[in-house]
């Protein structure tokens, strides 16, 4: 199929059902032992069942109006040479935390969180455990975290809305920082942070940078928290148990989400076109939002041909994970609804 962009900057242009399945190039007869995983993305994509959103027409601020993508279909990610294999000595996922997360008493693990907010230990290790059912097959670290001081990177105070100013980090001092420290068996090392970012002094922030090629990365939290824009109120981790439950799981869904979407692109997964999706590019926190939790059939199918996952036991542990950290009413309620009808799909 000749490559051409799905999306303009003036019309919505998603795929029909005939590029959708040469995106994915299901070859059942050299596939056979994932026949089932290969029917479930093809009921998932010939019209039998309407289980993925399409992409509508991208915003003025949207990221494909800014920024308009060209598909990447599975035999391109497939074959490129960008692409980092996981092998017998590379095939752990290592998450450093810059920043307080864990050491002070304000959020340790005896923390009592104000009306069923959490603590900073409890994100960080429901980050861990999402991240091991996410990416089924690899072994995941949490590495012990890194003060801001001892990163040396350059700083700034930055106005983020009318009389509200955020502390913000240099992303390739972080990166000069992380370059010298990637354990021999990572796969990637992901820092995360609760303070916004900027990857240079002419841009306001970047939600993350990765450098594919030296296995880091680095995104932040701050502008996924409830109050980032509220200068009245403090975004560190410390005050985390003061968030409410809805608060606390706001924050925790985007965090997972913008986790796993930068981990995506160390396998190598570019930002997607096809479907509503995990892997959509965003240019702000609403944009994020209203991206897809999950990844769609195109990019699902990249992901296992990387790491060789059970899918249907990958979708059970995930689900079970929502269910029982979910609130009434939800995106964590909402998500384990979704996978209960994928389940019941394949």
């Not at 035999?75 to 996981?86: E, P």
């Not at 670290?141 to 509200?164: D, F, Q, W, Y």
């Not at 068996?185 to 450098?211: H, I, Q």
């Amino acid at each position: 199929m000749a490559t051409k962009e799905f999306i303009t900057p003036d019309a919505s242009g998603s795929p029909d059902v005939r590029e959708i399945a040469d995106a994915l190039h299901l070859d059942f007869a050299l596939e056979k032992k994932f026949k089932r995983f290969n029917e479930y993305l093809k009921k998932c994509t010939d019209g039998t069942h309407v289980l993925f959103p399409h992409l509508g027409k991208p915003g003025p601020d949207d990221w494909l109006r800014n920024h308009p993508t060209p598909p990447e279909p599975f035999l391109t990610w497939q074959t490129k040479l960008s692409r980092n294999d996981v092998t017998s000595t590379r095939n752990t996922i290592y998450i450093l935390p810059l920043g307080e997360f864990l050491s002070q008493g304000s959020h340790s693990a005896t923390a009592k969180p104000k009306d069923g907010g959490c603590s900073g230990m409890t994100f960080l290790s429901d980050l861990e455990v999402y991240t091991k059912l996410f990416f089924a097959s690899m072994n995941v670290k949490l590495l012990t975290e890194v003060p801001l001081a001892k990163l040396k990177c350059s700083t700034r105070n930055h106005t983020v809305s009318e009389g509200v100013k955020r502390p913000q980090l240099h992303v390739p001092g972080i990166f000069t920082f992380m370059k010298n420290m990637i354990p021999e068996d990572a796969y990637c090392v992901l820092g995360v942070t609760m303070v916004d970012l900027y990857p240079k002094e002419s841009w306001n922030f970047v939600f993350g940078r990765a450098m594919l090629q030296d296995r880091i990365g680095v995104f932040s939290f701050a502008r996924h928290h409830p109050n980032f824009f509220n200068g009245a109120k403090s975004i560190e981790v410390s005050t985390l148990h003061e968030l409410t439950p809805d608060e606390y799981q706001l924050l925790q869904w985007r965090a997972i989400k913008v986790l796993t979407h930068e981990i995506g692109h160390m396998f190598g997964l570019q930002h997607c076109v096809y479907f509503s999706c995990l892997m959509n590019g965003s240019n702000n926190a609403e944009e994020g939002d209203r991206a897809f939790s999950f990844l769609c059939p195109v990019c699902l199918r990249k992901l296992q041909f990387a790491i060789q996952f059970k899918f249907l036991a990958r979708y059970k542990s995930l689900m079970k994970f929502f269910q029982e950290r979910s609130v009434s009413g939800s995106k964590f309620a909402e998500c384990a609804q979704w996978i209960e009808k994928a389940i019941a799909i394949a």
